[in-house]
């Protein structure tokens, strides 16, 4: 087992176990329609998914040989450690406060209702000792704002907690789909047309790739989070069918590619070439 399958690993310990819930952000994405082994009838909360965030964060800060030199460059580690771990606790709890869990469907303002979050966060930090605050608050502006290496691992963390969810729904037999949304958006079209899926795993993967494209600088914070989703891919593919050899398309049948196939339709579409690499080294 290598580094990554072992932080897939304590995820999957940390942050699924203990819920096997539905993201609220995926509801609607047909998930849950069908009675299964897991019959997910609440939404996850977003608690839960800050769990999933930061069990991914710690893990990778606990590996030191996975610990980005940027983020390791910036000195009184104590301090770093502990405004990352916090960030990816509470990052959604002004959302829950405000609104509840706000799908991403272009509906809503998104400068508008990330100030209003700024806002309620800053609340948050009065509650926590004043020789923190200052740290926590420039990291969470940070992650809001994808402008540092230290905000852009934190986003990673976010939108890979996602894509590992949507992996084990897939595997259980709840796959969904994207255009199960009651107002599917452009870019949910645009995605599945570039991956020739509609199921949230693979057209969130192709949307996290264009971001990665946009953050090339930091390809190699990058790296870590898509090796940890290549080695979810490779420990969960398998095809289900009945000892009649049904196609896996048929309803209730599904199948995990292990590997990302569709990265040069990606690159010809986007015109770009992905910085990363789809291929999990042992």
């Not at 893990?59 to 030191?64: D, G, M, Q, S």
């Not at 969810?165 to 897939?170: D, G, K, S, V, W």
């Not at 969960?236 to 569709?262: H, M, N, Q, S």
Request: aromatic letters at 10%.
């Amino acid at each position: 087992m290598n580094v990554y399958e072992k932080i897939y690993a304590s995820w999957k310990f940390e942050a699924l176990t203990p819920s096997f819930a539905m993201r609220g952000g995926v509801r609607s994405c047909g998930c849950s329609r069908e009675v299964g082994a897991f019959d997910y009838e609440k939404c996850q909360s977003l608690a839960e998914h800050s769990l999933g965030m930061k069990a991914l964060v710690e893990a990778i800060l606990n590996e030191p040989s996975l610990i980005p030199e940027e983020i390791a460059a910036l000195g009184d580690w104590t301090r770093q450690y502990v405004a990352m771990s916090k960030v990816a606790s509470i990052h959604d709890a002004p959302e829950a406060l405000l609104a509840g869990d706000i799908c991403a469907d272009g509906s809503r303002d998104d400068v508008k209702q990330d100030l209003a979050e700024r806002e309620k966060f800053e609340e948050f930090l009065l509650f926590y000792p004043a020789h923190l605050q200052a740290s926590i608050l420039s990291c969470y502006i940070e992650f809001q704002e994808k402008s540092s290496a230290r905000g852009w691992f934190l986003y990673c963390a976010d939108k890979t907690d996602a894509i590992l969810t949507m992996l084990e729904y897939a595997s259980m037999g709840k796959a969904g789909s994207v255009l199960c949304r009651l107002s599917p958006t452009t870019q949910d079209h645009l995605n599945s047309e570039i991956c020739r899926s509609d199921v949230p795993y693979e057209a969130w993967m192709v949307q996290f790739c264009d971001d990665i494209t946009r953050y090339a600088k930091y390809k190699n914070i990058s790296q870590i989070f898509v090796n940890i989703i290549l080695a979810a891919r490779a420990n969960l593919a398998r095809r289900i069918g009945d000892e009649d050899g049904e196609e896996a398309c048929d309803v209730g049948k599904f199948y995990i590619e292990p590997e990302i196939t569709w990265i040069d339709r990606f690159n010809e579409a986007k015109k770009v070439t992905f910085p990363c690499s789809v291929t999990l080294n042992p």
